[in-house]
């Protein structure tokens, strides 16, 4: 697990069901259990989630693809 926050929500990576790709939850402050964990971020296939740093608008997650590390960069004011 990792995790970071942003404002009233926590942010966890964490292996999928296949145990083989990480994907992105988040959760609220006050509900931290992994029940009420959601899915906020679903790594596409043969993409390796290592990392999600948390700005002010963005969160940023660093990945791998095909053994290169990347960045991705998710806007939060439009992301839905």
């Known amino acids: 697990y990792y ?3 942003h404002h ?3 942010f966890v990576i ?3 069901k296949n145990n083989k790709d990480f994907d992105l939850f988040q959760c609220s402050h006050h509900k931290t259990e992994k ?3 959601k899915l906020f971020w679903k790594s596409p296939k043969g993409t390796f ?3 999600v740093l948390c700005f002010s608008n963005d969160i940023v997650l660093q ?5 290169l590390p990347q960045i991705r960069i998710i806007d939060l004011k439009h992301f839905k």
Do not use: T, Y
């Open 3 to 5: 995790v970071d926050h």
């Open 49 to 51: 989630l290592s990392d």
């Open 35 to 37: 029940q009420a964990w």
């Open 14 to 16: 964490r292996s999928s």
């Open 63 to 67: 990945e791998r693809v095909n053994g």
């Open 8 to 10: 009233s929500l926590g």
